[in-house]
C-alpha cells in the first residue's frame, strides 16, 4: 500500500535507460475503475507530462519506475480529466456529508485505489462513485 502523499514528488525513471523524466505531480483516479489511470508529471518535456498507468512497472519509495520512454510518449489510451480527490469533500450518492478526503492509499503494482481516509473516518475504495469539481461522491455505507 502507499499514499497519494508519498507518491507526489516522487522523480519518475525510465527503466531502459535510467533517464529522469519528472516529478509525480498528480495522480489521476478513473472512478469507473477505481485505480490510478495515470500520473502527472511537473518538470517533464511536453511529450512526457502524462504517463499511463500501464506504462508504470514500479512504484516504490524512493521513485516511480516506468518501462521505456517509448511506452510514456505513446502516451495513456484515455485519461480522464484530472480532478482532485485529497482536499476534498466526501459526499454520498444521497447527498450526505462524510468530511474531507486526507489522503487516498493504492496499491503500487496494480494501481486500485485501497482506501480513502477522511477526517470522518476511512472510506473503502470499492465505494467510490465519482470524483467531480465540487467533491468525492461514494456509495453510502451500507450498514
Do not use: N
Amino acid at each position: 500500500m502507499m499514499l497519494f502523499t508519498q507518491a507526489r514528488g516522487l522523480p519518475v525513471i525510465t527503466a531502459d535507460e535510467a533517464s529522469a523524466l519528472g516529478k509525480v505531480s498528480e495522480l489521476t483516479i478513473d472512478a469507473r475503475t477505481r485505480s490510478i489511470a495515470c500520473l502527472r508529471l511537473s518538470g517533464a518535456a511536453r511529450e512526457c507530462e502524462v504517463v499511463g498507468w500501464d506504462a508504470v512497472a514500479s512504484v516504490g519509495r524512493d521513485a516511480v519506475i516506468v518501462r521505456s520512454r517509448a511506452a510514456v510518449e505513446a502516451g495513456p489510451r484515455e485519461a480522464p480529466e484530472h480532478r482532485e480527490a485529497v482536499g476534498h469533500r466526501v459526499l454520498t450518492e444521497y447527498g450526505a456529508e462524510h468530511g474531507t478526503v486526507k489522503d487516498v492509499a493504492f496499491d503500487p503494482v496494480s494501481g486500485r485505489v485501497l482506501t480513502l481516509y477522511t477526517a470522518l473516518g476511512d472510506i473503502s475504495g470499492e465505494r467510490l462513485v465519482g470524483l467531480g469539481s465540487y467533491a468525492v461522491v461514494v456509495h453510502a455505507d451500507p450498514r
